[in-house]
């Protein structure tokens, strides 16, 4: 197969960097365009980023000219990684000029007739690419991936809520410091610190999940309905956002039903073998201390979220810790397995 040439916008990033390594031996995708800020056009991508996620930047972008964010770029498909502020009109325009819109930014998530998409959740929602185009009149389209801390709840409820309906949610996050980007949240602020306000995370937790489990009837997405409380902080580890969780279920289950449908849980980017697909969406570890950021994050190859401690709530019905690769599965990793699907589905053709 030929591969299908891709751009990245914010490409000189935190989220951008993880978009051009995991991109770099893609099997579907190859990187034919770098684009950032004024700051960074003109300068190769060596030159212009600095480098901090691990690993080195491929050989094959070390040189490549950064461009500007606008069209025409050369690709048919761009991944965003523009920060929530600058995203929206910028996306717009690459949409309107005939582009496929893969983004991790926060600016169109609530737009009625895009995508809030999670592969193995709400395929089905994909149904809105042809509602966006109608209406905007835009021979491209936009779909977006869920905030980090979204994207780890939502799979991880998603066997839960399959099997014996979720009533409602109490997360408490421990974010990692690469969520805030880079340079991020001064050294002097985090050291022996934890800090417990990340502007407008709670928010999007708290509202993103009822998007993602709403039901499309013909052009709209009528939300869920849950009632869902969440405490975010942000914590000195580096990678890996860990999740205390409380959940009350609309049916009665056993420890032993929860653990199996966690297990168990697979879903229509498996069933396709997308290349970002991790084998288990869930890993479930038995441990009493586990899991934890630094020694489970990479689970699938940070495409997995790892769940843990499933035990009962003497408020809500049952307790869970769920952890996720923030800058993986909760950003750059997220936005390749969406584009992967629209692919296998036909929406790249
Ligand atoms: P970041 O490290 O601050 O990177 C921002 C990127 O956008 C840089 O490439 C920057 O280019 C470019 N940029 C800034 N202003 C621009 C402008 N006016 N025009 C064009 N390009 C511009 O941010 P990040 O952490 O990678 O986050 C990127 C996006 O992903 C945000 O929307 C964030 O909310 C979302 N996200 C992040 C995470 C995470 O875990 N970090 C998770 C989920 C979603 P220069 O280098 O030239 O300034």
Redo the contacts with the bound molecule.
């Keep these: 197969m030929e591969k299908i040439p891709v751009g990245i916008?914010?490409?000189?990033?935190?989220?951008?960097q993880w978009f051009v390594r995991l991109l770099a031996d893609h099997p579907w995708f190859e990187i034919t365009a770098l684009a950032?800020?004024a700051?960074?056009a003109g300068k190769t991508y060596a030159e212009?980023t600095t480098w901090v996620i691990p690993g080195e930047p491929p050989e094959a972008v070390r040189e490549m000219t950064v461009e500007r964010?606008e069209p025409p770029l050369p690709c048919r498909l761009v991944f965003s990684?523009?920060?929530?502020a600058?995203?929206g009109p910028?996306e717009e325009e690459f949409a309107a000029a005939g582009y496929v819109v893969s983004s991790?930014?926060?600016s169109h998530r609530y737009d009625p007739d895009v995508p809030l998409l999670i592969p193995e959740v709400n395929p089905d929602h994909l149904g809105l690419i042809q509602v966006q185009r109608r209406r905007r009149r835009w021979p491209g389209f936009i779909v977006t991936c869920a905030?980090?801390s979204t994207a780890q709840l939502v799979l991880a409820l998603e066997p839960l809520r399959r099997a014996f309906g979720l009533k409602a949610i109490s997360v408490v996050t421990m974010q990692a410091l690469?969520?805030?980007?880079?340079p991020g949240v001064p050294g002097l602020s985090i050291l022996d610190n934890v800090i417990p306000y990340i502007p407008g995370e709670e928010e999007k937790v708290e509202r993103e999940p009822n998007k993602i489990w709403g039901v499309l009837r013909g052009d709209d997405i009528a939300e869920a309905k849950l009632a869902i409380s969440a405490h975010c902080h942000r914590v000195a580890t580096r990678d890996g956002h860990l999740e205390a969780v409380s959940v009350a279920l609309e049916r009665e289950a056993t420890r032993e039903e929860l653990i199996g449908v966690l297990e168990d849980f697979r879903s229509l980017p498996q069933k396709l073998g997308l290349p970002s697909a991790p084998a288990r969406p869930i890993v479930v570890r038995k441990e009493p201390d586990r899991p934890q950021p630094r020694l489970d994050r990479e689970e699938g190859g940070g495409m997995s979220v790892v769940v843990g401690r499933v035990r009962e709530c003497p408020v809500l019905d049952w307790k869970l810790e769920i952890l996720g690769h923030?800058?993986v599965r909760?950003?750059a990793g997220g936005a390749i397995l969406n584009a992967e699907l629209l692919l296998a589905q036909g929406f790249l053709s």
């Design positions: 916008l914010g490409a000189t990033g935190m989220v951008g950032a800020s700051r960074s212009a964010c990684a523009l920060p929530g600058e995203a910028i991790n930014a926060r905030n980090c690469s969520g805030a980007g880079y923030n800058t909760g950003a």
